[in-house]
């Protein structure tokens, strides 16, 4: 799924909470009854040497009660109306100890064992928030409005406070943003965010002041409940540094050595594995098909469409046909015009094997 959401770094504390506790903000009406507290853990993981940061994904398991969830969401991001940012969002249940391959099947358990293969899972940080929650809504659309007293928390220490106010789109149009927006900064002491919550944690980790662009010091905070306490020893996890590769603005899929398919699957999650696996294989050869420096590139990736068009037979029936339509379409066209380049690289390959067995003069 697409999360779409406005997001803003507070100074004036009070000024987030008029904001939070307004009867009407733009064209949106406030839920009657206040806002709504509660007490949120959230552990970043990746492996040891950031697989999951390299492809492009960050991974988080939220720990709320006895329940814990798991999100992937990817690096780069969009912006939407009002100066909105969008992301893509996948969730799943998960175990706070337990590896991934012992979590109950979920998409974001299998892009996670895509990336992350049997490597174990470590924490980079955790963050914990007072989060005050407050329901808006204006005709069809419903936003989530919350107010997060943020701590970051390394090795069992708290390295760095801010407070953020967020407003996500949980239905309806996006496009309503834009006039909320222009009602949240009416009120002073609210700056846009230009980085997510795990980016200013990782920057306080590297020792800057914050992770927003070098910003004034950590909003003023009120008196908050006692943290959830973890059963985990936190101090016996080094935090992975970041990755040396900044993640591109955009999503991407990289190649893994195996689709991951496992024994208990369901059938749409093997399929959609097995796609995804020879798509990545398809899309790495791309550049190279374009820039017709290596004509192996369009075999290559011409294997890996007919690949996944064979995947399609063996794995369509777990599938709505209306819902994969415009998908199989594309793919037969693509193997269509690749075919017709690869039919033409044939034969010139055997051109020039048979010049090479004539003399100067005849090639």
């Known amino acids: 799924m697409t999360e779409v959401e406005l997001k803003y770094r507070v100074g004036d504390i009070a000024a987030a909470e008029r904001v939070l506790a307004a009867d009407k903000l733009g064209p949106f009406t406030g839920a009657s009854g206040g806002a709504r507290a509660t007490q949120l853990e959230d552990r970043y993981v990746d492996t040891a040497d950031g697989a999951l940061a390299h492809a492009g994904f960050a991974v988080r398991l939220r720990q709320r009660g006895g329940e814990t969830i798991v999100s992937v969401k990817s690096l ?53 928030q007072l989060r005050r929650v407050r329901q808006l809504r204006s005709a069809a659309t419903r936003v989530e409005l919350s107010l997060d007293e943020v701590d970051v928390v390394a090795r069992g220490r708290v390295v760095d406070r801010f407070v953020e106010l967020e407003a996500e789109l949980t239905k309806g149009d996006r496009s309503d943003l834009a006039a ?89 999650e093997a399929g959609r594995k097995v796609l995804r696996f020879h798509l990545a294989r398809m899309l790495d050869r791309e550049s190279g098909v374009r820039s017709s420096e290596d004509a192996e590139d369009i075999h290559k990736m011409r294997v890996a469409t007919r690949r996944q068009r064979a995947a399609w037979r063996v794995f369509g029936e777990a599938y709505r046909k209306g819902r994969t339509k415009s998908h199989r379409t594309g793919l037969r066209d693509v193997a269509r015009r690749l075919g017709a380049v690869r039919d033409l690289d044939v034969q010139l390959e055997g051109i020039d094997v048979y010049r090479a067995d004539l003399s100067v003069t005849e090639q």
Do not use: C, F, Q
Not at 81 to 86: H, I, K, L, R
Not at 180 to 207: N, V
Not at 216 to 238: L, M, Q, Y
């Open 76 to 128: 780069g991001h969009t912006d939407g109306p009002g100066g909105s940012v969008e992301r893509e969002e996948l969730e799943g249940p998960a175990d706070r100890v337990a590896p991934p391959i012992d979590w109950p099947a979920s998409d974001a358990r299998a892009l996670v064992m895509e990336h992350a293969g049997d490597a174990p899972l470590v924490e980079r940080v955790t963050i914990r």
């Open 180 to 268: 909320l927006s222009e009602a949240i900064e009416s009120e002073r002491g609210l700056e846009r965010a230009r980085t997510s919550k795990l980016e200013a944690a990782l920057a306080a980790l590297d020792g800057s002041a914050n992770g927003d662009g070098g910003a004034t010091a950590p909003a003023p905070r009120r008196s908050r409940p006692r943290p959830i306490e973890s059963d985990e020893t936190v101090e016996s996890t080094k935090p992975t540094p970041l990755a040396e590769r900044a993640p591109t603005s955009e999503p991407r899929l990289v190649v893994g050595k195996t689709p991951g398919v496992l024994a208990e699957d369901a059938l749409a």
